[in-house]
């Protein structure tokens, strides 16, 4: 920067910058200026669409081995509450931002964005064209990155990004996963003023912990759950052992493929107890079934994408993050009498979305399973529901931490499914998404009409 320039930042809550640097594997080069802990990290690259919600981005354990860009343009503007953290501390290696706010204004703000990164160690730029660096990465594919504030030369980081290791075959989930079983049931207090208290517990559930966001363990908390998290290894055996009424398959990083110490478990689970995955957790009980993974383009990150929900033909926008998918045609062959006559597998699984119908495979191991949820960007499958055991699963996060709550029924879909009820995705999602709310409950009063059946059945 000029010498003008830094003159000018002297005089605002900007501190005098410091250059910094971000290299891809491809060659591309983006220069900004440092915004928290100095240090050099290697990662993927990818990108939040959020535009909110940076510390539950920032904080979620999914994110473990990876440098992510946030596409909106100023963060940190609303400060950091730690109770808004989704695990104790960031397990990504970097963030790239295009403005870092340093004097945040909100009630709820115990300090600010860049002081809680520096805290934590955590490496992050400002200054860059975000815009550019997200359209380089749409174009070209996730890849390797090198963030670095102590090394400039741009040869010399290329040379050393090209040998740093792969995301891919990397088992991320055993280092951010609990240590050992612990009861689950803390709810932050400063959510109080807008979250309804919990349900009472009616059901015992393990979570297994691969890497878990806090709001959604929360979420079954909310929803009336006893939860125990146990680590992402723990045999199947000991879980049975403890006679749970449901098992909780989490989110959590990296390649599915290298985490087959879960789904290894999942597999001698399917069928005894009913299970309900999310994210990682779905690619687990996907894994268990047999089918094959594949690694996206540049992954679903944001709290804005559509997904068609093919029971129900509705529409929700979810809350995403997630660099591997399932590939339903993996799952088996369709069977043609549940599947609208239709006899093939599609490609672009948006074609059930336009024909209305929620196709069924014909797995080896478990049965018949139903695609019941769609993405629409990209016709990637986003859910299925087992026809002939107790268990389903979604690639997008319900807990809406950021983002959307549309998806919150799934919470009550999995209270349903303990329950033993064949019915248990039907569920008016318009009226379920603003369970638990104490300002959903004060509309409906208004309204004159009592609350949906969901506040108690599953609240958020």
Not at 66 to 83: D, F, K, M, R, S
Request: glycine share 10%.
């Amino acid at each position: 920067m000029s010498e003008i320039a830094n003159k000018l930042l002297e005089g605002t809550s900007k501190p005098t910058p410091a250059p910094a640097a971000l290299v891809l594997e491809d060659g591309a080069v983006f220069r900004g200026t440092a915004c928290a802990a100095p240090g050099e990290v290697y990662g993927e690259i990818c990108f939040n669409t959020s535009l909110e919600g940076y510390l539950e981005v920032i904080t979620d354990p999914s994110y473990a081995g990876q440098i992510c860009a946030l596409t909106y343009p100023q963060i940190g503007n609303y400060g950091v509450n730690p109770e808004d953290a989704q695990a104790d501390q960031p397990a990504l290696r970097g963030l790239v931002v295009r403005d870092m706010c340093a004097a945040p204004s909100n009630w709820r703000s115990a300090m600010s964005l860049p002081d809680y990164l520096r805290e934590h160690g955590v490496v992050a730029v400002e200054g860059v064209d975000t815009r550019a660096l997200v359209r380089h990465v749409r174009d070209h594919g996730a890849q390797r990155a090198v963030l670095s504030t102590v090394d400039l030369d741009e040869a010399s980081l290329l040379a050393k990004v090209r040998a740093s290791e792969s995301i891919v075959g990397q088992n991320l989930a055993a280092t951010v996963s609990c240590a050992g079983a612990h009861p689950f049931s803390s709810l932050p207090k400063s959510h109080a003023f807008a979250v309804a208290a919990p349900a009472s517990k009616r059901r015992r559930v393990v979570a297994y912990d691969c890497g878990a966001k806090r709001s959604i363990l929360q979420n079954l908390v909310r929803s009336g759950c006893d939860v125990v998290a146990v680590p992402w290894d723990t045999p199947a055996e000991d879980v049975l052992a403890t006679n749970p009424d449901g098992v909780f398959l989490s989110n959590g990083p990296g390649d599915p493929e290298a985490v087959e110490g879960t789904y290894s478990q999942v597999e001698k689970l399917l069928g005894k107890v009913p299970v309900f995955g999310i994210c990682l957790g779905h690619q687990m009980i996907a894994k268990a079934a047999g089918a094959g993974i594949e690694k996206l383009k540049f992954g679903h990150r944001g709290g804005n994408h559509p997904v068609m929900n093919l029971l129900t033909g509705r529409v929700e926008i979810t809350a995403q993050n997630h660099g591997f998918g399932l590939l339903f045609p993996s799952l088996g062959p369709l069977v043609s009498e549940l599947s609208g006559g239709f006899k093939g597998h599609e490609d672009d699984l948006r074609f059930w979305a336009r024909a209305g119908i929620a196709p069924v495979a014909d797995n080896e191991r478990f049965g018949r399973i139903r695609l019941t949820h769609v993405n629409l960007n990209d016709g990637t499958a986003e859910g299925v529901a087992f026809l002939d055991i107790p268990a389903f699963s979604v690639q997008y996060h319900p807990e809406a931490s950021p983002g959307p709550t549309d998806a919150h029924y799934l919470f009550t879909a999995f209270g349903r499914l303990m329950d033993g009820r064949e019915d248990y995705l039907d569920i008016d999602i318009a009226a379920d998404r603003l369970a638990g709310w104490t300002f959903g409950e004060q509309a409906a009063t208004v309204a004159g009409a009592a609350p949906h059946a969901s506040a108690t059945e599953g609240g958020r």
